[in-house]
């Protein structure tokens, strides 16, 4: 048997701060919890080319809502305060994101139906938000994730190769190269919750690391 000697946690979170309000997971609580697991690195959904550019000018705030508000108004700095090191693990390609929307096959009154329907699998989703100890983390919301993006893949294999399959390959391999890097040190994953289930699934896999998710 193998001995597990990296542990990694997983937070999902949600990038809407109206929804970190109405669902109790602030900025305040993402704070708590990260001080708590005591991370030496965080693996954080940001894009290399965005780090980079926040290293040069922390003022710059991206485009297209990305990075996320958590990051400029909480993790980055968290990260200096506490001298932990960031690893960004995303994948987007921002220029052509748009084209590959899982709906764009579909007009008029079917893609209002679709959208109905979308946003019924939201709403199923947040029912199983506040299913755990922590919002957005728990087993009743990643069943929902998953059944979502089960669903969106029938609507357009080709869309959700690209925006699900392809970017989660990229990001778990960052996040495997991040665990070679950083060996014997304790790493967080902190993603939007939608990807919980992807890295939970992915990474107990691995024989040598101790999975710590949810949280609590």
Known sequence: MVNKT???????????????????????????LIEEFEPEV????VLPASWERYKQNPEERGYWGEPPSEYYDLIFGLCQEKKIDFVPIDWIELDVWNDFDPLRHYEGEERERLEEEDEQWWQRQLKGAMQGVIPFNSPAFDEATRLKYEWLGELD?????????????????????AIKEHSGRKILCIVGADHNHVLNEELRKRKDVEVIYPLR
Do not use: P
């Open 42 to 45: 965080i693996c954080g959904e």
């Open 6 to 32: 990296e542990k990694i946690g997983i937070l999902g979170v949600v990038h809407n701060d109206e929804l970190r309000q109405q669902y109790g997971l602030t900025l305040d609580k993402i704070r708590e």
């Open 157 to 177: 294999s080709e869309a959700h190769a690209f925006r699900w399959t392809c970017r989660h390959l990229i990001m778990m391999q960052r996040i495997h190269n």
